[in-house]
């Protein structure tokens, strides 16, 4: 039965879509708890998973679909899934936040989703079906089903809030798509010199037949390159990410905004060692080491800039994410395991930061009705349970011990140093600081009351501001998703040694 | 902007172009992917392992069944989301949508429509059945009959193509094909071998190992064939309408 | 010079003029995409540059000596009467051999099945977020869209 898991992680969300679009408009309690079940079950499996792939050494759970021994052949013939210890914690990531996530939306599907209560828990489970997928597959062509599988599901829940999201959403659109399609021809590419679509086959067939100096394989791996930027919203390609997330509505931003730019991250840390490996990547004879480190830094530098000088708390987020994205590309282009690991640990501690600060975003623009930071004021008289939850998001993202947020970045540093690149370890500690000016800022105001002299003439841009009289803390079961985020921030900032250790002994 | 898009353009085609030197020529049978070892068992051992001629529908449908149950999963999703996001629950029972309600086209397309509609609808049928020994399958005939169903709207007014095909009957429609898909998928995972492995079918169904992927190939293509019928005549109604599903075009 | 052109044109264009066209195919998609200011010819360049990867696709699969890829028992390219009711199916394939050059590549024809129903997945839903779109802004051009948003809200 164990042998099963990987499949069986995809299946239930994907019956419990189906499910709750049988269940239909009447009944909208159902379809929430219709969803909680799948999710939930889907995480406990996952984590299951994860026992399983460390016991006995288990490196890797290999499945075939449709059960296609190679036999006469040395290639593989189907599909098959591929889980080794970082997609099972990858994977477990994705369904417990999506899991959740799932609780904070109990109170706002019926007033944001307008009586499509049912679709947008069918989309919600579809998308984290395609996550799942995405993560664990092992064959490239199916990896470009699914990104197309998450996408589609993003761009109808972004376009289903106001106007402005509609807008961010057709621009997503038409980005999303020239990124996939660019990452479909470089597995064109591929395909024609090689003649197989499964990761390991094509990194076997590279090898043998000393392929690697051939131009097609190198435009091949530009073009792969590419088209995963702009998923992951990479500096600068990064234009749509700051509307998409901002303007989307606060149940559907908090399920997009941790895990679709890591995943895409992940897909990039298998495809530069799994796909092509790590002696192409890394080779002196190609330039492009220096440059993409270089690009990292002024994504960091840029994305906290740009942070800095917004007033709006969800666009500051977003252009957090595309700065800690810059952190992750910088960390994997390194060139040794070190910024590996980091990178690959600042995935799940980034979905975890992320996550949590926008719960807690969405929280307060909630209640306040205005997204405005200057509106924060003395919130922690006035919601003292959710300030300390973001307390904790916001203390990871300037990377205070002992959230994760410090040991990321402290393998990270760690990383950069052993490859003697300074500037990238330059950029780390600035990020750093103009994360600590960002929040300290915030704490200031939320604390102390209203700073004097401060103008305000803008206008709040959330969707769904719902101003209250008079404010006060929210219901449980907005409150409880915001607290497991906190402590997952802590938890795997506590557990980073063994996290580390199973990380790097993947990644050899 | 232009100048910047003829740039970018430019240098992307260049980059892409640079690559052809090595590339294989047109039509060159000895090329890595034409005369691959994957290839080369699909070409060479397809009809003996799974007794089905058409090698497309055959890595279609079982050696890549995966990824075609994900492309129907892709399918639903594009219906589902169009629903979410452009259906307007509040304004259907409006009486001024109903008051010029539509009688289609003239009387000549209606006419005509109903004479060619059970034809297109018994070909959609066979491309579907046949899928096995000519090209076809069940995207192809679901489309044709998804397009049956638009043809009766459009010549017959959607508020008659309502009636034999309502927004709920539509929604079931589409669960129930991908039920049927991922449904025989875990019905191979019960039977003991992996998911979508029809090899372990030939205890309950007729025939061996190798016949059991035959039928499961045609089961599952049913599977997707009602799906994608179901939601084709529901992109056209909520795309025509604008949402709102009372008048068609 | 013209001799070196001709030999260029000759190596490189000739043999392999299917990645030529689909390639300029695909840039003209782009240009589309990235440059016009209309929402719906935004969305028929991305039709464009999607079709023409399909059509590059396929034709990677093609052969100068196949055929479709469906194996025809009637055909005159047929070797030997296969035994259809034999039980064995060893002595199938040893009476019935087949010359795989004589065959289109299935693969890519697989591949491009799915991706054909990909594009038509995002071309539909992008047409109904321009409809949303249209509803709202009553405005299909992006700058005018821009100009409205711009006094109203900030960035």
Redesign the interface.
């Known amino acids: 039965m164990t042998e099963?898991f990987p499949?069986l992680i995809l299946?239930v969300p994907?019956?419990g879509a189906?499910i709750v679009?049988?269940l239909?408009?009447e009944r909208p309690e159902q379809c929430w708890i219709t969803s909680l079940i799948s999710l939930g079950l889907s995480s406990i499996i996952s984590l299951f998973t994860i026992i399983v792939v460390l016991s006995d050494k288990v490196q890797t759970i290999r499945?075939?679909?449709?059960?296609?021994e190679p036999e006469?052949?040395?290639?593989?013939?189907?599909?098959e899934l591929r889980v080794d210890i970082l997609a099972a914690l990858v994977v477990f990531a994705v369904t417990f936040v999506g899991f959740v996530n799932t609780i904070y939306s109990k109170t706002r599907a019926e007033a944001e989703?307008?009586?499509?209560v049912p679709?947008?828990y069918?989309?919600i489970q579809?998308l984290i079906?395609g996550l799942c997928?995405i993560v664990m597959t092992n064959?490239a062509?199916?990896l470009?089903?699914?990104i197309?599988?998450t996408s589609?599901?993003s761009?109808?829940?972004i376009?289903?809030g106001?106007?402005?999201a509609?807008?961010s959403?057709?621009n997503y659109?038409?980005m999303g798509?020239?990124g996939a399609?660019f990452y479909?021809?470089g597995v064109?590419?591929l395909?024609?010199?090689?003649?197989?679509?499964n990761i390991d086959d094509i990194r076997m067939v590279l090898g043998n037949d000393k392929l690697w100096e051939?131009?097609?394989i190198?435009?091949?791996f530009?073009?792969i390159m590419l088209g995963v930027w702009t998923k992951m919203a990479f500096f600068p390609l990064h234009g749509w990410l700051p509307n998409a997330y901002a303007y989307a509505p606060s149940m559907t931003g908090t399920f997009m905004a941790p895990l679709m730019t890591k995943v895409m991250v992940y897909v990039m840390i298998r495809v530069m060692l799994w796909l092509f490996g790590d002696k192409f990547v890394y080779s002196d004879q190609h330039v492009w080491g220096e440059l993409v480190i270089w690009m990292s830094v002024i994504a960091i530098v840029a994305g906290s800039l740009l942070a800095l000088a917004r007033t709006?708390i969800k666009?500051m987020l977003t252009y957090l994410i595309v700065a800690e994205v810059g952190y992750m590309v910088g960390g994997a282009w390194l060139g040794n395991v070190t910024g590996q690991a980091g990178a690959f640990y600042h995935i799940l501690s980034d979905a975890a930061m992320t996550f949590c600060l926008f719960i807690a975003a969405s929280i307060i623009v909630l209640r306040i009705g205005d997204s405005r930071v200057n509106a924060f004021d003395n919130l922690f008289r006035k919601m003292p349970l959710t300030m300390i939850g973001f307390t904790v998001g916001a203390l990871s993202m300037i990377g205070l011990p002992p959230t994760c947020g410090f040991f990321s970045k402290w393998y990270l540093i760690r990383g950069g140093i052993e490859a003697g690149q300074w500037e990238y370890v330059c950029a780390l500690i600035f990020s750093s600081l103009v994360n600590a000016v960002i929040f300290f800022r915030i704490f200031e105001r939320a604390y102390f009351g209203k700073i004097a002299g401060v103008k305000e003439d803008?206008?709040p841009?959330d969707s769904d501001a719902n101003p209250d009289t008079s404010i006060k803390e929210v219901p449980w079961s907005m409150l409880v998703p915001l607290y497991i985020a906190s402590v997952s921030v802590l938890l795997l900032g506590i557990m980073n040694r063994p996290l580390f250790e199973w990380i790097q002994t993947a990644l050899k | 902007m232009k100048v910047f898009g003829l740039i970018a353009v430019f240098v992307v085609g260049l980059l892409l172009l640079s690559a052809t030197q090595d590339f294989p020529s047109w039509g060159d049978p000895r090329s890595a992917a034409s005369d691959g070892e994957v290839s080369s068992f699909y070409i060479e051992k397809t009809e003996s392992v799974t007794k089905v001629p058409n090698m497309v529908t055959a890595v279609l449908a079982d050696f890549r069944g995966y990824d075609t149950m994900f492309e129907t999963v892709v399918i639903f999703i594009a219906g589902i989301g169009i629903i979410a996001v452009l259906r307007n629950f509040e304004g259907t029972d409006s009486p001024s949508d109903h008051d010029n309600d539509d009688d289609g086209a003239g009387l000549l397309a209606r006419f005509t429509c109903s004479l060619i509609l059970p034809f297109i609808q018994i070909f959609a049928l066979y491309v579907v059945a046949h899928g096995h020994h000519s090209p076809g399958g069940g995207f192809q005939g679901g489309v044709m009959f998804g397009a049956s169903y638009i043809l009766l709207a459009l010549a017959f007014g959607l508020s008659k193509a309502k009636q034999l095909f309502s927004e709920r009957r539509t929604m079931i429609f589409a669960v129930i094909g991908i039920f049927i898909y991922v449904g025989w998928g875990v019905l191979c995972l019960l039977l003991g071998k992996e998911f979508l492995n029809y090899s372990v079918l030939d205890s309950i169904l007729p025939g061996d190992s190798m016949m059991a992927r035959s039928h499961s190939m045609l089961v599952v293509e049913i599977g997707v064939a009602f799906t994608v019928t179901a939601i084709m005549f529901s992109m056209y109604s909520n795309l025509s309408t604008r949402g709102r599903l009372s008048k068609g075009l | 010079m013209d001799p070196i052109i001709a030999n260029f044109i000759e190596e490189n264009i000739v043999p392999k003029f299917n990645y030529w066209i689909y390639v300029i195919l695909m840039m003209i998609g782009l240009y589309a995409m990235i440059t016009k200011n209309n929402l719906i010819k935004k969305l028929i360049g991305m039709a464009i540059f999607q079709t023409a990867i399909i059509l590059f696709y396929v034709s990677i699969g093609v052969k100068e000596t196949g055929g479709i890829p469906i194996i025809s028992h009637h055909g005159p390219d047929h070797h030997q009467e296969a035994e259809v009711h034999s039980e064995e199916s060893s002595k199938n394939l040893k009476h019935n051999i087949i010359d795989k050059d004589k065959y289109a590549n299935p693969l890519p024809h697989v591949l491009m099945l799915t991706a054909i129903v990909v594009g038509v997945s995002t071309l539909g839903l992008a047409l109904a977020i321009s409809q949303r779109i249209h509803k709202s802004f009553g405005t299909l051009e992006e700058d005018e869209i821009l100009n409205e948003l711009r006094p109203g809200g900030h960035d």
């Open positions: 099963h499949i299946l994907l019956f189906l679009v049988l239909g408009r499945y075939r679909m449709g059960g296609w006469s052949t040395v290639f593989e013939v189907g599909i989703a307008q009586g499509k679709f947008f069918a989309l579809l079906v997928g064959d062509f199916n470009y089903v699914l197309e599988i589609l599901t761009y109808a829940l376009a289903m106001n106007r402005r509609a807008l959403s057709f659109v038409i798509t020239i399609s479909l021809l064109g590419y395909y024609i010199k090689t003649g197989t679509l051939h131009q097609s190198i435009v091949a530009i073009f709006d666009k803008f206008s841009s």
